[in-house]
């Protein structure tokens, strides 16, 4: 019997995370499951996670009913049940996040979306819900907006774990590592410890290739000399951003500023390869998981990604395989049309509103089981 690809993952420094959270996961022994035959090491939420879950779902109803009948709003109901199940599931992890000092373990909530561009909002939503849900293995996620930046700075420096989402492109992400940094910096000046402040760096993956292989697309059909470069090019700009981003954070945390951190226990803010489920179905369903494995990373799956992998993946390092190759793609983007840095706000923009909708329609789906 073949060994479990999923588990050759954590001896190549890569940690495979879950990126689904649902009560009856935790209550079956479904995730203790996946914890001791998969070597899962952390789960990630977003409010359209929870939105699934409770609305399609009937075990929620019972709960929900009973605390409207005790006079609790639609946003209390929704924060008890998202942080309950959070905090079981931080629970199930605590024994690895023991074993491992901290390295792994981790299960992420995230602050209310319509507070993307609010930095003084999400700074104190972010520190009520850190001591809402009492768990030192716990996330609180936060966007990486402009306003985002601000906020991650000030929650490091107070040792609040966060996780940066919704990372589109290389100039945002060297903005994400350098507001970690200062947050390190600012609390070390303060003379706080920083062995426990932990964060990743969420780059949304898939995304990038779904909105510009249309535009390659077009590229392609008006034909003449770019067509076959743009054919070229095509489903291969999401994991070049990646592997570009993995050289930035292999230059930033190698450095002499890092260096004078690490020296006072401060960790590396991974990167967390998130979106990874392939959309396109011409692609090969486990296409940003083979690409993006490498060392000090983290790959958060889908249920049928997880699957997959399992079935038929083939684990080799190879995130750094092909860097020139991706930074010539990367820079031959404008020849094709293409404004990457255009093309990471508008996925900034579209995955802010794909949070704060099914965040409102869930809201909106208590208030009728209520």
Same mark, same amino acid.
């Given at each position: 019997?073949?060994?479990?690809?999923?588990?050759?993952?954590?001896?190549?420094?890569?940690? +495979?995370?879950?990126?689904?959270?649902?009560?009856?996961?935790?209550?079956?022994?479904? #995730?203790?499951?996946?914890?001791?035959?998969?070597?899962?090491?952390?789960?990630?939420?977003?409010?359209?996670?929870?939105? @699934?879950?409770?609305?399609?779902?009937?075990?929620?109803?019972?709960?929900?009913?009973?605390?409207?009948?005790?006079?609790?709003?639609?946003?209390?109901?929704?924060?008890?049940?998202?942080?309950?199940?959070?905090?079981?599931?931080?629970?199930?992890?605590?024994? #690895?996040?023991?074993?491992?000092?901290?390295?792994?373990?981790?299960?992420?909530? =995230?602050?209310?979306?319509?507070?993307? @561009?609010?930095?003084?909002?999400?700074?104190?939503?972010?520190?009520?819900?850190?001591?809402?849900?009492?768990?030192?293995?716990?996330?609180?996620?936060?966007?990486?907006?402009?306003?985002?930046?601000?906020?991650?700075?000030?929650?490091?420096?107070?040792?609040?774990?966060?996780?940066?989402?919704?990372?589109?492109?290389?100039?945002?992400?060297?903005?994400?590592?350098?507001?970690?940094?200062?947050?390190?910096?600012?609390?070390?000046?303060?003379?706080?410890?920083? %062995?426990?402040?932990?964060?990743?760096?969420?780059?949304?993956?898939?995304? +990038?290739? %779904?909105?510009?292989?249309?535009?390659?697309?077009?590229?392609?059909?008006?034909?003449?000399?770019?067509?076959?470069?743009?054919?070229?090019?095509?489903?291969?700009?999401?994991?070049?951003?990646?592997?570009?981003?993995?050289?930035?954070?292999?230059?930033?945390?190698?450095?002499?500023?890092?260096?004078?951190?690490?020296?006072?226990?401060?960790?590396?803010?991974?990167?967390?390869?998130?979106?990874?489920?392939?959309?396109?179905?011409?692609?090969?369903?486990?296409?940003?998981?083979?690409?993006?494995?490498?060392?000090?990373?983290?790959?958060?799956?889908?249920?049928?990604?997880?699957?997959?992998?399992?079935?038929?993946?083939?684990?080799?390092?190879?995130? =750094?395989?092909?860097?020139?190759?991706?930074?010539?793609?990367?820079?031959?983007?404008?020849?094709?049309?293409?404004?990457?840095?255009?093309?990471?706000?508008?996925?900034?923009?579209?995955? +802010?509103?794909?949070?704060?909708?099914?965040?409102?329609?869930?809201?909106?789906?208590?208030?009728?089981?209520?």
């Amino acid at each position: 019997m073949k060994e479990n690809p999923l588990l050759k993952l954590h001896a190549l420094g890569q940690s +495979i995370w879950l990126d689904y959270i649902r009560r009856d996961l935790i209550s079956s022994g479904e #995730l203790r499951r996946l914890i001791t035959a998969d070597g899962l090491r952390g789960i990630t939420s977003n409010p359209a996670i929870f939105e @699934h879950s409770i609305t399609g779902s009937d075990e929620y109803n019972e709960d929900i009913r009973a605390m409207a009948h005790h006079g609790k709003s639609v946003m209390e109901i929704y924060e008890a049940l998202s942080q309950g199940d959070v905090q079981r599931a931080a629970d199930e992890f605590r024994p #690895l996040y023991d074993s491992t000092d901290a390295a792994d373990g981790y299960v992420s909530l =995230e602050v209310n979306p319509h507070l993307a @561009h609010d930095a003084h909002g999400t700074i104190e939503e972010a520190r009520r819900l850190w001591v809402a849900l009492k768990r030192p293995n716990v996330f609180i996620k936060v966007p990486a907006t402009s306003a985002g930046l601000t906020a991650i700075r000030q929650l490091i420096s107070e040792g609040i774990n966060i996780n940066v989402t919704l990372l589109f492109g290389l100039p945002r992400y060297r903005q994400v590592v350098e507001a970690y940094l200062a947050g390190l910096e600012a609390r070390a000046a303060q003379g706080k410890p920083l %062995q426990h402040v932990a964060s990743v760096a969420s780059f949304f993956v898939s995304r +990038i290739d %779904q909105l510009v292989d249309p535009l390659l697309e077009v590229c392609i059909a008006q034909g003449g000399e770019l067509a076959e470069s743009a054919r070229n090019t095509r489903g291969q700009v999401a994991i070049a951003s990646a592997k570009g981003a993995y050289q930035i954070f292999k230059e930033i945390f190698g450095s002499q500023r890092f260096k004078s951190l690490s020296n006072k226990n401060a960790r590396v803010q991974r990167p967390l390869w998130a979106s990874t489920g392939t959309k396109n179905p011409n692609y090969d369903d486990i296409k940003y998981v083979e690409a993006l494995i490498g060392t000090d990373t983290v790959n958060t799956l889908p249920v049928e990604t997880l699957a997959a992998y399992r079935d038929h993946g083939d684990p080799k390092a190879r995130i =750094e395989v092909g860097v020139a190759q991706a930074g010539l793609l990367l820079a031959g983007l404008p020849q094709l049309g293409i404004n990457i840095d255009k093309v990471a706000q508008q996925l900034e923009d579209e995955g +802010i509103e794909k949070f704060t909708q099914p965040f409102d329609k869930l809201l909106a789906a208590m208030l009728k089981t209520a």
